[in-house]
């Protein structure tokens, strides 16, 4: 297993610089350049001049991407232009926000999804078949903002049974350790915090899970199905194994392997449907502060937000080979 990650952690060396390599790139052919970019299309030559010896963009090529890697690993991002803070701290500040509302999303998508994949599976052709095919299909053609402000308009504006926006109520004093509102009540024992705080993730959680749910749905139903028709399968059913060994150890465990794909690709593209649910609840989390950046061209915050995403991408695909291994021992020997 060790021997397993490390190979994956080396393999993903190459991967990450090459984004370094193309982000560098994308800075230094920004229509003026940087220094246009930071000071708007009005600045004069001479405050563009002055900006680049500033950011050392008169210097060669190869000393300015030194630089530039330099200052990634020592997680200098550069500072925003909107906050006049450091784009890391700013992150730093939003980033559970955008955790807890991606792992909440993604929860919904799995114990919902492949329950209801399974059973549809194994009862093909049958109403609960034919409802969840209709609604995941459904759940992918309705965009994630539009499922969001209707959410928000029937659950919280006209009903009032959510809030609708925000991680927590004003009247709400909470203590902040870890910078997650559900697990900072949990750990401090104010469980009327945690409990605010995961009534205002629901509706938001519920329009970020939409799209992931229909796809688990599909997958697992697509999955068990083609393992229902495997030999081995009806091999264990002749030799008068229990139903409950066959479909736990030969049925779900096997049509699991793709699922966990999907499932890992689907929590890294949460971060980029959070930016519209984020705007729509106000949630206080990274997806809006990248709204806001995309509209006031704060190019290092743009510049973090990609790194960002390209971490996460990598470790999922680390956790998901991992997740690989474990369900399928052939994995750890190839």
């Known amino acids: ?8 952690l080396l393999q993903l060396i190459p991967t990450l ?20 970019a930071i000071l708007g299309e009005r600045a004069t030559d001479a405050e563009v001049a002055r ?23 020592e997680l200098d ?22 955790v807890e509302l991606s792992v909440a999303a993604i929860l919904i998508a799995v114990v919902i999804g492949v329950p209801l994949g399974y059973f549809a599976a194994r009862r093909r052709g049958s109403w609960l078949d034919v409802t969840a095919v209709s609604g995941s299909l459904l759940g992918i053609c309705i965009p994630v903002f539009f499922l969001a ?11 009032g049974i959510f809030p609708s926006f925000g991680r927590l109520s004003t009247g709400i004093d909470a203590t902040k350790i870890t910078g997650f509102a559900v697990l900072d009540g949990l750990l401090t024992g104010e469980f009327d915090a945690s409990w605010d705080a995961i009534m205002h993730l629901v509706l938001p959680a519920v329009a970020l899970a939409s799209i992931p749910l229909a796809v688990i749905v599909r997958m697992t139903r697509a999955s068990v199905l083609e393992v229902l028709g495997e030999d081995y399968v009806r ?19 096997n049509a699991l392997l793709p699922v966990i794909t999907a499932v890992g690709l689907l929590t890294g593209s949460l971060l980029s449907g959070a930016v519209l649910t984020e705007s729509v609840f106000s949630f206080g989390g990274i997806g809006q502060f990248i709204r806001t950046s995309i509209d006031a061209r704060d190019y290092p915050v743009l510049v973090g937000f990609i790194l960002f995403i390209a971490l996460v ?19 750890r020997v190839h």
Do not use: C
């Open 77 to 98: 991002l550069g500072t925003s232009t909107q906050t006049g803070q450091p784009v890391w701290e700013e992150f730093t500040l939003r980033f559970p926000a955008t």
């Open 17 to 36: 610089l090459g984004l370094s390599v193309l982000l560098f790139l994308w800075l230094n052919r920004l229509p003026g350049g940087p220094a246009s």
């Open 149 to 159: 402000l209707l959410l928000k308009g029937l659950f919280a504006v006209n009903l």
């Open 313 to 331: 991408y990598v470790l999922i695909n680390l956790l998901v080979d991992v997740a690989y291994s474990l369900i399928d021992p052939r994995v």
């Open 235 to 253: 091999t264990a059913e002749s030799k008068g194994l229990e139903k409950r060994v066959v479909r736990g150890r030969h049925v779900l465990r």
């Open 1 to 8: 297993m060790l021997r397993l990650v490390a190979r994956r």
């Open 51 to 73: 900006i680049n010896r500033a950011l050392g963009l008169d210097e060669p090529v190869w000393v300015q991407y030194w630089r530039f890697i330099k200052r990634i690993f």
